[in-house]
């Protein structure tokens, strides 16, 4: 059994706080602009070596991350592709994730090559993670390995407060993690191992989740997919010539463009959905809508007096999600809560609600609001700065 110790209380706050960073805004609102792929490791950081010592992963994905954008290019002109690298060079792994957040790509597609000791030779195929805390003894192995890279940079310690990836007691953290786009990472991942499914790496072996470093600090549906298996004789011959490497970025792109259809049509579902709320409002009766006026007219008058207490002191509400723009008060994210404020930080809104003189009112009423409101948790807000975080 994990147990959580001191190293891993230090790591509470990052990790909690990457999951109110993932709470982007609902990419349903708008068309799919860009999309970021991410060759894995680089530079003197070489990943994976084959047994023979002929071939490193570095090269193999990026190979095949600059097929991949060529034919995503080719077949969907309208999207933006960026790659975190196009040549031979290290990038830190939470500078990818910034890339990515800094394009305000709508997916994130991480490419690596597997490999096991030599006694596990006969184990191959391909496989796709996404962000989680589903951390088996056999997943844990390859997470350690895709995590270790942070010690090569200069200043890890600082970055990641010290987070350990070789330690179990570290990735218990990740259970904390609430991941606003899991459902639409799964949906991708699922999809490209459906297209795997159809070589040239025989084995299928599906979606999973872990806790990969490169995945948590993105604020977009993001996943890692493992071509194969370098130490693997058949799957080594296949992800190691130009025509297995083209097939891969084949499978890539054709289940982009399957996920990129899904996205599509829900933004049309939601935007009818909006239009049928719109209508229904213009439909109700005079007396509810000044019911809604007086309504809000006190929900006004209350923030009012919370602004007032927040110059004087400390004042306990709920954050309910971040976004990197700011929403309208009569965003459907805010389920009709009227109270919804923000404050801004690290280039985020970040949207609260209530406002209690304790932390322990506060808590109280978390249960119900996280209710709706999925990684809600309690924050401290004075002089519209947050100033606390209880997790």
Same mark, same amino acid.
């Given at each position: 059994m994990?147990?959580v110790? /001191?190293?891993a209380a230090?790591l ?6 990457a999951?109110a960073?993932?709470?982007?805004e ?17 530079g ?14 570095? /090269?193999?994905?990026?190979?095949v991350?600059?097929k991949?954008g ?6 969907h ?8 690298r196009d ?9 990818r994730a ?9 997916l ?6 597997n ?10 195929g391909?496989e796709?993670?996404?962000m ?7 997943n844990?192995?390859?997470? +350690?390995?895709e ?13 990641y407060e010290?987070?350990?990836?070789s /330690? ?8 904390? *993690?609430?991941?606003?786009?899991s459902?639409q /990472?799964?949906?991708f ?6 297209e795997?499914? +159809?070589?040239?790496? !025989? ?11 490169? *995945? ?5 549906p ?26 891969i970025?084949?499978?890539l ?10 996205y599509?049509?829900?933004l ?8 049928? *709320?719109?209508?229904e409002?213009?439909?109700?009766k005079?007396n ?7 309504v809000e ?7 009012g ?6 110059k ?10 971040a976004?990197? !723009?700011? *929403?309208q ?7 009709g ?12 809104? +970040? ?18 609001i996280a ?10 807000v004075k002089?519209? !700065? ?5 997790y």
């Amino acid at each position: 059994m994990w147990v959580v110790g /001191s190293a891993a209380a230090a790591l509470l706050l990052l990790f909690t706080a990457a999951g109110a960073y993932a709470q982007n805004e609902q990419q349903g609102y708008q068309k799919m602009k860009c999309v970021v792929i991410d060759a894995g490791h680089g530079g003197r950081d070489y990943g994976c070596i084959s047994p023979d010592k002929k071939y490193n992963e570095k /090269s193999i994905v990026l190979s095949v991350a600059l097929k991949l954008g060529k034919m995503l290019k080719e077949e969907h002109p309208d999207i933006k592709i960026v790659y975190t690298r196009d040549k031979d060079v290290f990038i830190p792994l939470d500078e990818r994730a910034a890339i990515a957040n800094r394009n305000k790509a709508d997916l994130f597609l991480s490419i690596h090559a597997n490999s096991l000791a030599s006694n596990l030779s006969r184990i191959s195929g391909s496989e796709t993670y996404t962000m989680g805390n589903q951390v088996s003894q056999g997943n844990f192995d390859i997470v +350690k390995r895709e995590n270790a890279v942070i010690a090569m940079e200069d200043d890890y310690t600082t970055k990641y407060e010290g987070f350990d990836p070789s /330690s179990p007691e570290s990735y218990i953290i990740f259970s904390l *993690l609430q991941n606003a786009h899991s459902e639409q /990472s799964i949906k991708f991942a699922t999809y490209i191992q459906k297209e795997y499914a +159809k070589g040239p790496v !025989k084995l299928n072996r599906g979606v999973k989740q872990a806790g990969f470093v490169v *995945l948590w600090r993105t604020t977009m549906p993001s996943v890692l997919t493992e071509i194969g298996f370098l130490s693997n004789e058949e799957d080594r011959k296949i992800i190691t010539t130009e025509k297995g490497q083209r097939e891969i970025a084949r499978r890539l792109c054709d289940a982009f463009g399957k996920y990129r259809v899904d996205y599509e049509k829900a933004l049309l579902t939601e935007e009818e959905e909006e239009k049928a *709320l719109g209508k229904e409002k213009e439909d109700k009766k005079e007396n509810e809508i000044e019911a809604e006026k007086k309504v809000e007219k006190k929900a006004t008058a209350d923030e009012g007096k919370r602004a007032d207490n927040q110059k004087s002191k400390v004042v306990y509400a709920v954050q309910i999600m971040a976004t990197p !723009k700011r *929403l309208q008060s009569s965003a459907s994210h805010f389920k009709g809560r009227k109270d919804v404020r923000f404050v801004q930080e690290n280039g985020l809104y +970040k949207y609260y609600v209530g406002g209690w003189d304790t932390k322990q009112q506060a808590q109280q009423n978390l249960p119900q609001i996280a209710k709706l409101f999925k990684g809600a948790f309690v924050i401290g807000v004075k002089e519209g !700065k947050i100033v606390d975080r209880v997790y």
